[in-house]
């Protein structure tokens, strides 16, 4: 799935949507060769799950930076994934949100 945004010059602009986010982190890893072949969604799943993996890690460890970097880590990996599998990452969350907010309190009876 290429990106039509691959050749815009993203630099350090912070005052993105997450759409733009999404864009910005995909056309990177695109100019890195992270995506010379298809990448199948366990791939992809599997690569966000090592990266909270890691913070957990860095947490364990007090690597408070590290920690940090870890949770910037896992947003990348899941723009760059919201964006390959053509997800409007913002969208899916403002619907979550409203679902959430109509929920019960501690709705399921979870412990956690």
């Known amino acids: 799935m290429a990106n039509q945004n691959e050749d815009r010059d993203w630099g350090l602009a912070f005052n993105r949507t997450i759409k733009e986010w999404q864009e910005a982190v995909h056309s990177n890893a695109i ?21 909270v993996s890691e913070a957990l890690e860095a947490y364990r460890h007090r690597e408070d930076a590290g920690f940090r970097e870890e949770l910037a880590d896992i947003a990348i990996r899941l723009l760059d994934a919201c964006e390959y599998w053509q997800v409007d990452l913002e969208e899916e969350m403002r619907k979550k949100h409203d679902k959430n907010i109509k929920r019960s309190y501690r709705h399921g009876g979870k412990r956690c």
């Open 31 to 51: 100019k890195h060769g992270w995506y010379e072949t298809d990448r199948q969604v366990p791939e992809l799943l599997c690569l966000i799950h090592s990266e």
